[in-house]
């Protein structure tokens, strides 16, 4: 329950949403605790009450993103032979640069103590690029046993310069920066050569 007496279902989502908010807006270094509750209208509280601190916090943040767009990916393998390929890579992609991706993508390592936890988890198997990548090899395979993806390129790179792609541009991204939708749009495009389906 918040202070206000109404139930909060998912405070880690209404915390995270309400940070993305923050550094989208203002930018990673406006990211305090009391900016984040400030913005999720709850108690000041909150955020220390469930999190071990900013870093903890911060860390939890990009991990769950990571999560959900490595969700994404996985339920790419499953499409093949439905839909476009085209438009299936696009979907993941957009996952990566959705809500608060950009700003969200580096803030670990706007933290030092976030960026420790982070990459702890990632080395305990937390989702992160790498199982996008996989999920996005595995879904490539699958269409080109269908023949919907060039035989003659390597379903492995294929992912691996997708994903490449992206995180340059989401490690990238500034106020005022290019559009990165036409340029994963273009490398997709490339990716499938003549065969797009």
């Not at 870093?55 to 999560?67: I, Q, W, Y």
Request: overall charge negative; proline content about 7%.
């Amino acid at each position: 329950m918040s202070p206000r007496g109404v139930a909060t279902p998912d405070v880690n989502e209404l915390l995270f949403a309400a940070a993305e908010r923050v550094v989208v807006r203002d930018g990673p270094g406006a990211l305090t605790s009391r900016a984040v509750t400030t913005e999720a209208g709850c108690s000041k509280g909150l955020l220390h009450t469930h999190f071990a601190g900013m870093d903890a916090f911060v860390a939890a943040l990009c991990l769950d993103r990571f999560a959900r767009s490595a969700a994404r990916a996985r339920a790419l393998p499953p499409l093949a032979g439905t839909g476009t390929v085209a438009g299936h890579l696009a979907t993941v992609t957009d996952a990566l640069f959705g809500s608060g991706g950009p700003a969200v993508s580096g803030l670990a390592l706007t933290r030092p103590g976030a960026a420790q936890r982070f990459r702890a988890a990632m080395e305990a198997g937390a989702p992160g690029f790498t199982a996008i990548q996989e999920a996005i090899t595995a879904y490539l395979r699958a269409e080109q046993s269908l023949g919907r993806f060039p035989a003659a390129t390597d379903p492995d790179t294929a992912a691996l310069c997708l994903v490449g792609t992206a995180h340059h541009l989401l490690m990238t991204d500034w106020p005022g920066a290019p559009d990165p939708e036409p340029a994963l749009a273009r490398l997709i495009g490339l990716l499938l050569g003549d065969t797009a389906a």
